[in-house]
């Protein structure tokens, strides 16, 4: 699951806590627009589209360390490739709220055996950005059948 780092109220559009003076509706590169479950278009700004109900929901993200592990000649194979993080559904059940329900969802980063400890350690340490790895060298006991799919 990603981790909640900060909600804000309806209408409110400032991540006081993590980014005091932001404006979510302009601060980010880019937007998905959503409607009816299908993304419609992707936009640098949606401060015409913020409406007085809505409320944003600031996620953690593992791509928070990356760069971290790349200082640390531990560079994901994944953005060497100029690529994204693989993702696997697990057979993890998520406790779920109202219409939020489901696995979880990993992604899985190859390590050789002998960098475990330290990708480990690295990772570890952002407990808001997933943190440690869930699972390491066997997917089969979290639900992953084909890492190559």
Known sequence: PCPLLESTESGVFEAAQLAP???????LPKYCVWRDGKMIEERTDITELWQSDMRAFLLGCSFTWE???????????HVEEKRNVPMFETSIKLKGVG????HMVVSMRPYKA???AEVTKITGEYPAAHGRPVQIGKPLEIGIQDVKS
Not at 21 to 27: A, E
Not at 99 to 102: D, H, K, L
């Open 114 to 116: 002998e960098d475990m």
């Open 21 to 27: 003076g932001s404006d979510l509706r302009t601060d």
């Open 99 to 102: 219409p939020f329900q489901g």
């Open 67 to 77: 760069d971290i592990l790349a200082a640390a000649k531990l560079e994901p194979r």
